[in-house]
């Protein structure tokens, strides 16, 4: 068994700043990668961010320059800082993880719980 388990979110001002962390734990032998994702109200799940085990990222627009993904391998935990938070921001933030085992012949992904963000004066 695998889970990831969200930290950090809370009530923020615009223009405020949220670090979120995430800490995967259970029976792992690979991270391939982790993520963000943030699903709003009426909204799909999208991504926000990535990083994987060479430290190569991804940034949807909304985040590029805002927001900064980072990793503790050693600890199989991921960071979202994120500055300048805007009301659209607001969302549930999840947590992603693709992992690997020499028995499996692909990534399994996996998925937290989710840690709310809200943006508001």
């Known amino acids: 068994q695998v889970q990831l388990v969200e930290s950090g979110g809370g009530l923020v001002q615009p223009g405020g700043s949220l670090r979120l962390s995430c800490v995967a734990s259970g029976n792992i032998f690979h991270i391939y990668a982790m993520g963000w994702y943030r699903q709003a109200p009426g909204k799909e799940r999208e991504l926000v961010a990535d990083?994987?085990?060479?430290?190569?990222?991804n940034y949807a627009d909304s985040a590029m320059g805002r927001f900064t993904i980072s990793r503790d391998a050693a600890k199989n935990t991921v960071y979202l800082d994120m500055y300048n938070l805007k009301s659209e921001d607001s969302a549930v933030y999840y947590c992603?993880?693709?992992?690997?085992?020499?028995?499996?012949?692909?990534?399994?992904?996996?998925w937290g719980q989710g840690t709310l963000v809200t943006v508001s004066s």
């Open positions: 990083i994987n085990n060479a430290d190569s990222t």
């Open positions: 992603n993880a693709l992992m690997g085992w020499p028995s499996a012949d692909r990534y399994l992904e996996f």
